[in-house]
């Protein structure tokens, strides 16, 4: 990537990861907290990421003199404001742009965030043997390996059908912690809000 003229930005959940992402020659380090939603950017997925957000930029913060970007819970301008302060140069939005009409949300999971559908949301490796966070429905609480991609190829047909169908009580709903701000509003729109 360097070769091409690219900078290259890499996930990381720790200060352990974000040294060997320094090593290998990252030009920026996304250090993602446990309230991000989808699946949790860790090296190894022994266990999940549970460490905050800024607990995570402090850490990576004292290990590290690659520039940080903040992801995980950034839903408004005071998270913004934190994570700022607590040394991310930006931060990367990802929960807070699912119903936005840029977004290639299914209909389903675009409706059990706006009808606030489901109260809360978990850390489940229910639909890919990797944990992720999403909106705790029914299929979320089933127990998987650590078995990725397996578990994802085995699940697949299971959720497309009940998607299809437009049951949201199956289908992987991938959301952060903060996922009942989210909003129907154009991308732009969520953006400068956030930026305050």
């Known amino acids: 990537m360097h070769r091409a003229g690219s900078q ?7 200060a352990a990861e974000a040294n060997l992402a320094e090593a290998a020659g990252a030009d920026l380090l996304i250090v993602q907290g446990t309230e991000a939603g989808g699946h949790q950017g860790q090296y190894v997925d022994d266990a999940p990421n549970r460490t905050p957000l800024l607990d995570a930029l402090a850490a990576v ?9 903040a992801a995980g819970g950034v839903m408004t301008s005071a998270d913004l404001s934190s994570a700022l302060a607590a040394g991310a140069i930006a931060a990367q939005l990802g929960t807070a742009l699912l119903c936005t009409p840029e977004a290639g949300t299914s209909a389903v999971h675009r409706r059990a965030l ?14 890919s043997g990797r944990h992720g ?3 705790r429905n029914r299929f979320a609480d089933f127990d998987a390996p650590a078995a990725y991609p397996e578990v994802h190829r085995l699940t697949r047909p299971l959720r497309a059908a009940a998607a299809a169908a437009g049951d949201d009580s199956v289908p ?5 912690t903060g996922w009942a701000s989210v909003q129907d509003a154009p991308a732009a729109e969520v953006v400068r809000a956030i930026a305050g």
């Open 114 to 127: 706006l009808e606030r559908r489901y109260l809360e949301t978990v850390l489940t490796r229910a639909y």
């Open 172 to 176: 992987n709903l991938w959301a952060g």
């Open 8 to 14: 290259v930005a890499v996930t990381v959940t720790s």
């Open 61 to 69: 913060r004292a290990a590290s003199s690659v520039p940080m970007i």
């Open 133 to 135: 966070r999403g909106l």
